[in-house]
């Protein structure tokens, strides 16, 4: 199989991150989380930096972090891993119409038009705000445990047995900004990628986790 690029767009709560890890265990690709690399950067970020303290204002909010620094931060990795020959799956990038602009041309260049595939999972905003408000990450990995009923006794990671904490991003009134945002921001990306050309393979986001990743393996 050639190194190919898997693209999840969709909105928060749609269990792109879920299916990500199971299409990168499935098939051993590399799964990019631009949530981790942007979470890493201003972890380790100075404090004294005015700019990346403004950075971490909007990602707690859930403001969109400024596409050019994110687009950055998301080549460097990308370019990495191609040149290690390995394929990747991303969820969630690219969020904007400059990210996408900016960098769809470079991943062709890394992997080749033909070799790039992408997803929509689609998700209501009732649905989200009801999926986001109780679901919880573990603190080694961050690996996403949904807000569904076969989960909710869960106090360990069933992946690495870490602690199962809730993200200050999945307050309510953060979920919704964050869905605003999405709409806004990101769902612009799929019009201005089928009109370049691309196919948009839909999925619908309001099954059980298993209905979806088969409905992904049908179009994989």
């Not at 199971?22 to 949530?35: P, Q």
């Not at 929509?120 to 445990?145: A, Y």
């Not at 050309?197 to 179009?219: H, M």
Request: charged share 30%; with cysteine.
């Amino acid at each position: 199989m050639s190194k190919q690029i898997v693209i999840f767009i969709a909105p928060p709560g749609a269990g792109k991150g879920t299916q990500a890890n199971l299409l990168a265990e499935k098939f051993g690709l590399v799964h990019i989380e631009t949530s981790k690399i942007i979470e890493a950067k201003l972890k380790d970020a100075d404090p004294n930096d005015p700019a990346m303290a403004e950075e971490k204002r909007k990602w707690l909010s859930g403001e969109l972090n400024t596409p050019a620094i994110v687009k950055d931060w998301l080549l460097g990795k990308v370019s990495e891993l191609a040149a290690e020959n390995k394929s990747i799956v991303l969820s969630a990038s690219p969020r904007t119409l400059y990210e996408a602009e900016a960098g769809m041309p470079e991943f062709e260049k890394l992997y080749g038009r033909g070799n790039i595939k992408v997803f929509h999972i689609t998700l209501s905003e009732e649905e989200s705000m009801k999926r986001n408000s109780g679901r919880r990450i573990c603190e080694k990995n961050r690996h996403p445990i949904p807000n569904f009923p076969e989960y909710q006794n869960l106090t360990t990671c069933p992946q690495d047995g870490s602690p199962l904490i809730t993200r200050a991003l999945d307050k309510p009134e953060v979920i919704r900004e964050r869905y605003r945002v999405y709409k806004v921001e990101t769902e612009p990306v799929l019009d201005y990628l089928k009109k370049d050309g691309y196919t948009i393979i839909v999925i619908n986001g309001e099954q059980p986790i298993e209905k979806v990743f088969e409905d992904i393996l049908k179009n994989f």
